[in-house]
């Protein structure tokens, strides 16, 4: 019921988003300001309805009304204000995601704790695409009871063949719900482009602030 009143609510703020666009697009500071603030309001709904795309729209939201007093108080000129909504953005949005990606790993390693060896026992060839591309359909076995799962990536080449076996991780609770731990160096090369485009935004909002 919570989430239907918030979901009809959202609805109606971005009704009303798009009559204050048509009534004020030629006075384009109160529209940043009316916008940013419904958006703000919506930003905090969604999160309420533990959607993550809310704390993304917090993040510019926020972002945006800093800098709107940043440029009100002569701080900044239009260029450095549109630069910095971008940069700074950029900045929260992957600290956040970042930090959201370590918290997924750890979650789903706490959750399936059961490790298993699974067995590739059959491929599907997906008839979507004229490329062959195909998915493994991998099977295994807890306690005597046989289980089936699709493997979680698709081979265009060099598809794996039938009786190859994986390592995967099973929710103990739920011997459908299956985790394939992504190999070490996948991780790594993740957040170390998070920490790269960080480092990178930090300098360039560095020279954006001096």
Not at 45 to 62: D, F, P, T, Y
Request: avoid cysteine.
């Amino acid at each position: 019921m919570k989430k239907k009143i918030i979901d009809n609510t959202i609805f109606v703020l971005g009704v009303i988003a798009a009559i204050f666009f048509l009534l004020f697009n030629s006075k384009i500071g109160v529209l940043i300001v009316g916008l940013d603030i419904i958006f703000l309001i919506i930003s905090i709904l969604l999160i309420i309805n533990k959607n993550n795309l809310g704390i993304a729209l917090a993040i510019i939201s926020g972002t945006v009304g800093i800098t709107l007093y940043l440029h009100h108080i002569k701080y900044f000129t239009v260029a450095e204000s549109i630069s910095f909504i971008l940069i700074f953005s950029l900045l929260l949005l992957t600290v956040f995601s970042t930090i959201k990606y370590i918290k997924d790993l750890k979650d789903n390693e706490r959750t399936h704790e059961m490790l298993v060896v699974a067995e590739i026992i059959d491929l599907i060839k997906n008839p979507n695409i004229i490329k062959e591309y195909y998915i493994p359909v991998l099977g295994y076995e807890i306690n005597g009871e046989k289980f089936e799962v699709n493997f979680n990536a698709g081979f265009s080449k060099n598809v794996p063949e039938i009786g190859t076996t994986y390592n995967i991780y099973v929710n103990p609770n739920d011997h459908f719900d299956v985790y394939f731990k992504p190999p070490a160096i996948n991780i790594a090369k993740n957040i170390g482009v998070n920490v790269f485009l960080a480092i990178v935004s930090i300098i360039i909002l560095f020279q954006i602030i001096h």
